[in-house]
T-cell receptor
Framework: NAGVTQTPKFRILKIGQSMTLQCTQD?????MYWYRQDPGMGLKLIYY???????DKGEVPNGYNVSRSTTEDFPLRLELAAPSQTSVYFC?????????????FGEGSRLTVL | RKEVEQDPGPFNVPEGATVAFNCTYS??????FFWYRQDCRKEPKLLMS???SGNEDGRFTAQLNRASQYISLLIRDSKLSDSATYLC??????????FGKGTTLSVSS
């Protein structure tokens, strides 16, 4: 069972470069999220989506963009990378229909901006 | 006031000890509450949901006090394998889960 799959697992970017973190889930979950986690800190919500075609900003959306064209995929776009975006990025999904609230996470994407 | 605040930790305890973590949340309209566990350099995983009446899962007991906006996690008979970071998580508006910074537990033999 694949669950939530994130790619790439590791990436080094130069300042000003752009890239897309890919996230796909095969559980038919309607809700998907992108979080970032800085060393020694909790997870901060970047963007989330409650279904295909719908996205909303979280706590720290600046410098990022998302799209949700299908239920399965929720890519995160970084434009003009900055050192402050060095972090571990987690994609997660859930189906609130069962009210358990369990988030299923990908293994994370470790991004370094130099 | 931060939305979800946890004990700063770290907690260093011997095997067999009982340890309690506390968490407070700022939004009184929060509806759902959870404890997640995160191992070093891994993704968080759900440990247990927290219900109004309190709930227990083996050595783990979670409590919720809505009046005080307070959540707790009690771990009895700590094991080496309990060493991890424990994240308090609160649901707001039914869509986005807000995470605390986490409390690190280190269990030693």
């Amino acid at each position: 069972n694949a669950g939530v799959t994130q790619t790439p697992k590791f990436r080094i970017l130069k300042i000003g470069q752009s890239m897309t973190l890919q996230c796909t889930q095969d559980m038919n979950h309607n809700y998907m999220y992108w979080y970032r986690q800085d060393p020694g800190m909790g997870l901060k919500l970047i963007y989330y989506s409650v279904g295909a075609g719908i996205t909303d900003k979280g706590e720290v959306p600046n410098g990022y963009n998302v799209s949700r064209s299908t239920t399965e995929d929720f890519p995160l776009r970084l434009e003009l990378a900055a050192p402050s975006q060095t972090s571990v990025y987690f994609c997660a999904s859930t189906s609130w229909g069962d009210h358990t609230g369990e988030l299923f996470f990908g293994e994370g994407s470790r991004l370094t901006v130099l | 006031r931060k939305e979800v605040e946890q004990d700063p930790g770290p907690f260093n305890v011997p095997e067999g000890a009982t340890v309690a973590f506390n968490c407070t949340y700022s939004n009184s309209a929060s509806q759902s509450f959870f404890w997640y566990r995160q191992d070093c350099r891994k993704e968080p995983k759900l440990l247990m949901s927290v219900y109004s009446s309190g709930n227990e899962d083996g050595r783990f007991t979670a409590q919720l006090n809505r009046a005080s906006q307070y959540i707790s996690l009690l771990i009895r008979d700590s094991k080496l394998s309990d060493s991890a970071t424990y994240l308090c998580v609160v649901n707001q508006a039914g869509t986005a889960l807000i995470f605390g910074k986490g409390t690190t537990l280190s269990v030693s033999s």
